[in-house]
């Protein structure tokens, strides 16, 4: 049973910093596409960032060149690196896996089928 674990959320100040951390167990087949993403109250999940089969990441236009998300395979861990965090910012996140394919969108919470309990991220002004 695949299971994934997520820690690091918390509250910061605009433009604060903070590092999520996704640890993956039970997985069956190597390389997966790996995902964070995210659900604000009264808001449909979104994608995040992702990372394809051989470590290329995608990121949504709105955190391109604040957010990074790594992996470490000796650790089984997902990370994302989410610097000059702002307001809009605050949900809770999600990190998923799935085997990757020729149509799987990295950024489309519907193609992933394993999923994470969420970790809190609050952004205050």
């Known amino acids: 049973q695949v299971q994934l674990v997520e820690s690091g959320g918390g509250s910061v100040q605009a433009g604060g910093s903070l590092r999520l951390s996704c640890t993956v167990s039970?997985?069956?087949?190597?390389?997966?596409?790996m995902g964070w993403f995210r659900q604000a109250p009264g808001k449909e999940r979104e994608g995040v960032a992702g990372?394809?089969?051989?470590?290329?990441?995608s990121y949504a236009d709105d955190v391109k060149g604040r957010f990074t998300i790594s992996q470490d395979n000796a650790k089984n861990t997902l990370y994302l690196l989410m610097n000059s965090l702002k307001p809009e910012d605050t949900a809770m996140y999600y990190c998923?896996?799935?085997?990757?394919?020729?149509?799987?969108?990295?950024?489309?919470?519907?193609?992933?089928?394993?999923w994470g309990q969420g970790t809190q991220v609050t952004v205050s002004s």
């Open positions: 990372m394809n089969s051989v470590g290329r990441p």
């Open positions: 039970g997985l069956t087949y190597s390389n997966p596409c």
């Open positions: 998923a896996v799935e085997r990757c394919s020729l149509w799987l969108s990295l950024l489309a919470p519907k193609a992933y089928n394993n």
